[in-house]
């Protein structure tokens, strides 16, 4: 069964194969890559992971623009599968991309991770006291906007040809959006609308 871990430089070999899944480029979604993070290295790798992790720390403080994120990986085994990240606050950079950004790699799609780790990382907001979040994705990746669909998500506005912006009211989520797609994910049977995350590049 998946599980969501923080981030850890042990994990190194099985994130780099995550990447080389992706193929070449900074999309990830959900890991908070930037194209300045050297990851090839055990060096610059560990560098990566800590700065995740400062990221991460509630008690941090932040500068105008900034927000605070914490960042997991979806892991099953020794195999890095995905990653998701949940900002902190609202702020202009929020309003864009959304609270929260995730991605599954293509060799584990279609198994519902996305809606399943979706709905973990709200309990997570819950826990922050957020009560709703922003979820993004393009306007054109119905399978993204299925999966915030399942948790509840209603549909602010479509900015035309770009993204759909969906609020989730936390604690309103549809219960089979909490435990429909854990049989799935435990047998590896296809889901097919739950196969790509947001857009956001964390």
């Known amino acids: 069964m998946p599980e969501l871990v923080a981030p850890t430089a042990r994990l190194h070999v099985a994130w780099l194969e995550a990447r080389d899944d ?7 979604d959900g890991f908070g890559l930037l194209p300045s993070d050297e ?25 105008a623009g900034q927000a605070r994120c914490t960042y997991r990986w979806i892991v099953e085994g020794d195999r890095v599968l995905g990653g998701i990240a949940l900002r902190h606050e ?11 950004g995730y991605g599954v790699r293509p ?9 399943w780790a979706l709905g973990r990382m709200l309990d997570e907001a819950w826990t922050l006291g957020l009560d ?3 979820i993004v994705c393009e306007a054109d990746n119905v399978a993204s906007a299925k999966t915030i669909e399942r948790h509840g998500g209603a549909l602010e506005d479509t900015e035309p040809g770009d993204v759909r912006r969906y609020w ?3 604690g309103e989520a549809p219960a089979a959006a909490a435990n429909g797609s854990q049989a799935e994910i435990a047998s590896g049977r296809a889901a097919p609308s739950l196969n790509v995350g947001s857009r956001t590049k964390e």
């Open 22 to 28: 992706w193929g070449p480029g900074v999309h990830e």
């Open 39 to 63: 990851v090839d290295s055990p060096d610059g790798f560990a560098a990566w992971v800590a700065r995740l992790a400062d990221e991460s720390d509630p008690a941090r403080a932040v500068e």
């Open 90 to 100: 609202f702020n202009d950079f929020v309003r864009r991309a959304g609270h929260i």
């Open 107 to 115: 060799s584990a799609r279609r198994r519902g991770l996305a809606t």
């Open 132 to 134: 709703r979040v922003l």
């Open 168 to 170: 989730i009211k936390i």
